[in-house]
């Protein structure tokens, strides 16, 4: 069973920068892709950035490319989001999640483990 972990969410003023980070069990981390996600209340669950097994790849959203920055630390079994230049759109319960062999980085139908959210609420 693998658990993921969630933390470094709070509140920020809006143009502030937030890191997210995200731990993982089991001594498989290193062989699997890695999602962010993002739930705002009243709207579907939504894709926010990926990265490859071996860091070599990452993917973004349109709407947080060149804000967020997506990083791993195998050794230490971590995924993380460096959020910066927050605006109040971006605020959700963001989600840390394993993809699935072969899923897609950008669907939640292609990551088969997820934590239990940490709030992000960004004021204006």
């Known amino acids: 069973q693998v658990q993921l972990v969630e933390s470094g969410g709070g509140l920020v003023q809006a143009g502030g920068s937030l890191r997210l980070s995200c731990v993982a069990s089991?001594?498989?981390?290193?062989?699997?892709?890695m999602g962010w996600f993002r739930q705002a209340p009243g709207k579907e669950r939504e894709f926010v950035a990926a990265?490859?097994?071996?860091?070599?790849?990452?993917y973004y959203a349109d709407s947080v490319k060149g804000r967020f920055t997506i990083s791993r630390d195998n050794a230490k079994n971590t995924v993380a989001l460096q959020m910066n230049s927050l605006k109040p759109e971006d605020t959700a319960v963001y989600y840390c999640?394993?993809?699935?062999?072969?899923?897609?980085?950008?669907?939640?139908?292609?990551?088969?483990?997820w934590g239990q959210g940490t709030q992000v609420t960004v004021s204006s």
């Open positions: 999640a394993r993809r699935s062999p072969g899923g897609s980085y950008y669907y939640t139908n292609g990551y088969d483990y």
């Open positions: 990265i490859k097994w071996s860091g070599s790849s990452t």
């Open positions: 089991g001594r498989t981390f290193s062989s699997f892709g």
